[in-house]
T-cell receptor
């Protein structure tokens, strides 16, 4: 089955700086890569996702890049703000409309933005 | 309802007792997942239901854990003979096949 590794496990940045979280996956057939943000005491929520037909996707201060050859994808947060402090999870799955393919999560990255 | 609903939100039980946690997914969602999250930790996969396919039970930590999904909708996670190490937040999530997961608020279980 799919295995997703996520690094680093913790990340401390100064407000205004950029944060980068990296994930690798094992199944070359995976083609859907979402990122979830979990604030303290809250449920995880999708913040951005990318599919294998694109290499990069941006949404305001966040962007995700995908390298299918190397089987890794990354989350980039620019101009970090205190409200970006949270745990971020990457995930991967394949063949999104087929039964039996589940989303596999990485271990999470705790991001702390220091004011 | 509009989102994934879980009950109870909090459950305190004594070691050795059985507990049942309920998840009501978003209507029309084909997939339902259960995860366990201990304090400050990641999402530990427990079980996955997809349509009428056999569930993926590969994440269940022991035979004290079981889950069912009735009529392709509501799911119940049962923990028998609870142990203190079962204390955690149990999160349910649903999706349309393997697309965006919508999580419930979770059920916080405390085993004394």
């Amino acid at each position: 089955g799919e295995n997703v590794e996520q690094h680093p496990s913790t990340l401390s940045v100064q407000e205004g700086d950029s944060a980068v979280i990296k994930c690798t996956y094992s199944d070359s057939a995976s083609n859907y890569f979402p990122w979830y943000k979990q604030e303290l005491g809250k449920r995880p929520q999708l913040i951005i996702d990318i599919r294998s037909n694109v290499g990069e996707k941006k949404d305001q201060r966040i962007a995700v890049t995908l390298n299918k050859t190397a089987k890794h994808f990354s989350l980039h947060i620019t101009e970090t703000q205190p409200e970006d402090s949270a745990v971020y999870f990457c995930a991967a799955s394949k063949d999104v409309k087929a039964a039996g393919n589940k989303l596999t999560f990485g271990g999470g990255t705790r991001v702390l933005v220091k004011p | 309802g509009a989102g994934v609903s879980q009950s109870p939100s909090n459950k305190v039980t004594e070691k050795g007792k059985d507990v049942e946690l309920r998840c009501d997914p978003i209507s029309g969602h084909t997939a339902l997942y259960w995860y366990r999250q201990s304090l400050g930790q990641g999402l530990e996969f427990l079980i996955y239901f997809q349509g009428n396919s056999a569930p993926d039970k590969s994440g269940l930590p022991s035979d004290r854990f079981s889950a069912e999904r009735t009529g392709g909708s509501v799911s119940t996670l049962t923990i028998q003979r609870t142990q203190q190490e079962d204390s955690a937040v149990y999160l349910c999530a649903s999706s349309f096949f393997a697309t965006e997961l919508f999580f419930g608020e979770g059920s916080r279980l405390t085993v004394l």
